[in-house]
């Protein structure tokens, strides 16, 4: 009889996908936390795609916005879809020979990047306000949340299955 040999270079890009999947869904998890308030945390959507909070006083509607629009926060999911999308275009073996060694950059720049959270977020904080004073600000008020630690170490883990599938395995 026969032993079936097992393809470690497809578990490899099987778990890459699965890891993938998960560094996404840390949009929905606490990306960066208020030092000075336990209960204040902002989801990655908040920081990549703006938080403007309302409230309704006296009947009249008050809002004020507490994050901005970040490129860099929403170029991080970005790249994590693409190095999904390299992986499924290689698991069905389409897309060449160098699409595994595209998702493994895509996944460790995501990985990097989910850790420069908050560097790149970019809050309101009203006025005219210097680049240095807002760097001040973000290091005195945030702290890393764990939505964004989770999903750079899923993201560096998937860029070591497809490292592993780019390089080891034949």
Do not use: Q
């Not at 270079?9 to 890459?16: R, S």
């Not at 006296?58 to 970005?78: H, P, Q």
């Amino acid at each position: 009889m026969a032993k079936k040999k097992i393809d470690l270079g497809m578990i490899a890009t099987l778990c890459a996908a699965v890891l993938g999947v998960i560094a996404i869904i840390m949009l929905a998890l606490p990306a960066i936390a208020n030092k000075l308030s336990t209960d204040t945390v902002y989801s990655g959507w908040d920081v990549a795609f703006g938080l403007t909070e309302k409230a309704t006083v006296g009947g009249a509607t008050i809002s004020r916005e507490i994050f901005k629009f970040s490129f860099m926060n929403v170029l991080t999911y970005l790249l994590v879809i693409a190095g999904i999308a390299c992986t499924v275009l290689n698991y069905l073996g389409k897309g060449g020979k160098y699409m595994n060694l595209i998702a493994t950059v895509t996944f460790l720049l995501a990985g990097i990047f989910f850790f420069l959270v908050i560097p790149f977020s970019m809050p309101n904080v009203g006025g005219e306000a210097t680049i240095e004073e807002i760097a001040e600000l973000k290091e005195e008020f945030f702290k890393l949340g764990a939505g964004a630690i989770i999903g750079g170490i899923c993201s560096i883990l998937a860029a070591v299955a497809s490292g592993y599938k780019a390089f080891i395995a034949k």
